[in-house]
């Protein structure tokens, strides 16, 4: 079936700790690719996306994520997290015509 | 730009009453999205707009959820009569087809539904 997977419901990195949150699709063709940050009581906030190209992309807030065809991934990473980086973490795809699927997102806590 | 706007931010009501959310989306956007995230489901997309014609509705739970856009800048998604299951965060989204940003879809703040 199709799907997006974050395999990671929750993780707790340390202030100043490098940070990756993990994501993977099943599908048969490469999707578009997006990373989307909730913080508490907020609405979906863009942090960056991939359609093509370079396959490292750079977002907002110091976020870099990673496409991977061979592994079907697209992983995101910080290298120093902040506190203020604490909130839920949603990857999603889109196929065509608008289809955008999600994850089931990562809660990040950092600890001070 | 303003971004995606929803009203009302927040909505207590009581089962069976008629509540109606709204959302403006980005202006020079032709694609809109209603979603509904519950901590059980996730985020759902409930129904989409393209060019202010609903395109796919088949996330739509049941008769009770109603969606429309009269206009480029105007949606709203009305439940009636409410149930208590109804409580959730809805969201409302835009895009623009075409250009490189096509396909992103930029959320507004939600609205907090609870149903007693």
């Known amino acids: 079936a199709q799907s997006v997977t974050q395999p990671d419901i929750h993780i707790t990195v340390s202030e100043g700790a490098s940070l990756e949150l993990r994501c993977n699709y099943s599908?048969?063709?490469?999707?578009?690719l997006f990373w989307y940050v909730q913080s508490p009581g907020q609405g979906l906030q863009l942090l960056l996306k991939?359609?093509?190209?370079?396959?490292l992309v750079q977002g907002i807030k110091g976020f870099e994520a990673e496409f991977k065809r061979s592994q079907s991934s697209f992983n995101l990473r910080k290298p120093s997290v902040h506190w203020s980086d604490a909130a839920e973490y949603f990857c999603?795809?889109?196929?065509?015509?608008?289809?955008?699927?999600f994850g089931a997102g990562t809660r990040l806590t950092v600890k001070p | 730009d303003a971004g995606v706007i929803q009203s009302p931010r927040h909505e207590v009501t009581e089962m069976g009453q008629e509540v109606t959310l709204r959302c403006k989306p980005i202006?020079?956007?032709?694609?809109l999205f209603w979603y509904r995230q519950t901590m059980m489901r996730g985020l759902e997309l409930l129904i989409y707009?393209?060019?202010?014609?609903?395109?796919?509705d088949s996330g739509m739970p049941e008769d009770r959820f109603s969606a429309k856009m009269p206009n480029a800048s105007f949606s709203t998604l009305k439940i009636q009569p409410s149930e208590p299951r109804d409580s959730a965060v809805y969201f409302c989204?835009?895009?623009?087809?075409?250009?490189?940003?096509?396909?992103?879809?930029?959320f507004g703040p939600g609205t907090r539904l609870l149903v007693l």
């Open positions: 989204a835009s895009s623009r087809a075409g250009g490189p940003d096509q396909e992103t879809q930029y």
């Open positions: 599908y048969g063709a490469t999707p578009y």
């Open positions: 991939y359609f093509s190209g370079d396959t």
């Open positions: 999603a795809v889109v196929l065509n015509n608008n289809d955008m699927r």
């Open positions: 202006s020079g956007h032709n694609s």
């Open positions: 707009f393209n060019n202010n014609v609903p395109i796919d």
